[in-house]
């Protein structure tokens, strides 16, 4: 059985995939910079406004001043196009625990530039593929519970699960742009979680903290 983590309009929602294969990469494939988008499942041509959404999604990730290796890394996820993604605008799908398959899955939908899409659909894979024990990390579990607990935090996409607290969580702290919320939740995470914050910024931050 596969793990799927979907993302809606209204966030970020785990949800459980039955398996599935990989495909060989496309001859047509969206190249951008240093990334490499599968496009089979995208009937005809890409259009232009879906290029200029899809780089600007890699833009926003490679404006992040993050760790070399960390990007690298996102970089190297497998990413699909596909007008069919359950009804959301992405997901991500991981199958037969570490270093199995996974793979992000990007609908065909115009997202706002601001808006950080692509990246929170990569921390699903960094977690999923460098946080030790993934979602059952008992440090991610425990500033989880400790969240629900402060009540700082009225967002239930947010506290939801461990995947979402984990991939929203680390997005507003690296990325506050967008949605508005996301300024207010990364200042109530650097005040009530501290050591979730400390964390994040020491995990995808070469050198602390940038200023934003």
Wanted: charge should be neutral.
């Amino acid at each position: 059985m596969g793990q799927s983590s979907l993302l809606t309009r209204a966030g970020l929602v785990a949800v459980v995939a039955l398996g599935l294969a990989g495909a060989p990469a496309a001859a047509r494939d969206f190249l951008y910079k240093e990334w490499r988008f599968n496009t089979d499942a995208v009937h005809g041509e890409l259009s232009a406004a879906l290029v200029a959404s899809l780089r600007a999604q890699i833009d926003l990730v490679e404006s992040l001043p993050i760790k070399p290796d960390v990007l690298d890394g996102f970089r190297r996820v497998p990413v699909k196009v596909d007008p069919e993604t359950l009804g959301g605008h992405g997901f991500y799908r991981a199958q037969g625990g570490r270093n199995a398959m996974h793979r992000i899955e990007l609908g065909t939908l115009i997202e706002p530039p601001e808006r950080p899409l692509l990246l929170r659909l990569l921390l699903f894979d960094y977690l999923y593929e460098r946080v030790p024990d993934g979602k059952r990390d008992a440090r991610l579990v425990g500033w989880l519970e400790d969240a629900k607990r402060s009540g700082a935090f009225p967002y239930k996409t947010l506290v939801h699960n461990t995947e979402n607290f984990f991939a929203l969580g680390v997005a507003a702290i690296l990325w506050d742009r967008d949605p508005p919320e996301a300024r207010v939740v990364r200042a109530k995470l650097r005040e009530t979680l501290p050591d979730f914050y400390a964390w994040v910024v020491a995990a995808f931050y070469p050198a602390g903290e940038p200023a934003h």
